[in-house]
């Protein structure tokens, strides 16, 4: 891959990263059941802890992906970095797609009966749908990687 296609990637991973943090930071402060109260009380509120505590995994991913881009930079895509890497975006996905339907579940068990939690569970549904295909694929390039990487091994060996 050329070096500029890289940067830009890993621009658009910072990008990604910078706007779910803004999102994380404002929109507690106009949405939702935290709409009406301080600015102590929105923050001490243990349903957005919890979305704050659940969002580490994926700005855990986010980093691991912007490394595994810096890794195809180097020309060190088939090593043993590469796959711990796609591992760890894995796993992450992994724990993303089990805490948000956690929170799903909460919400639909536990909601107000006067409020809808449609609209909730969709975006749950949806997020959880996407960090399912993020953990199938880094899986299947993981295995691929390994792979490779297996028979440049044994291809080195009996040279």
């Not at 990637?9 to 935290?34: C, H, N, S, Y």
């Not at 929105?42 to 957005?48: G, L, T």
């Amino acid at each position: 891959m050329k070096r500029i296609s890289i940067i830009f990637l890993q621009a658009v991973i910072v990008l990604i990263g910078i706007v779910a943090l803004a999102i994380l930071i404002r929109l507690p402060l106009t949405e939702g059941r935290a709409a009406n109260l301080d600015l102590f009380s929105i923050y001490a509120d243990p349903f957005i802890l919890y979305g704050y505590a659940a969002s580490i995994s994926f700005f855990v991913a986010l980093y691991k992906a912007f490394k595994l881009l810096g890794y195809i930079g180097q020309n060190k895509v088939f090593s043993s970095n590469s796959v711990r890497t796609l591992k760890s975006i894995k796993y992450c996905a992994i724990a993303l797609s089990i805490l948000i339907v956690t929170a799903g579940l909460y919400i639909r068990l536990f909601h107000n009966k006067e409020d809808d939690p449609a609209g909730f569970l969709a975006i749950c549904t949806v997020t959880t749908f996407v960090s399912i295909v993020v953990a199938t694929a880094a899986a299947i390039f993981e295995k691929i990687l390994q792979n490779a990487i297996d028979m440049k091994s044994e291809n080195d060996l009996t040279i």
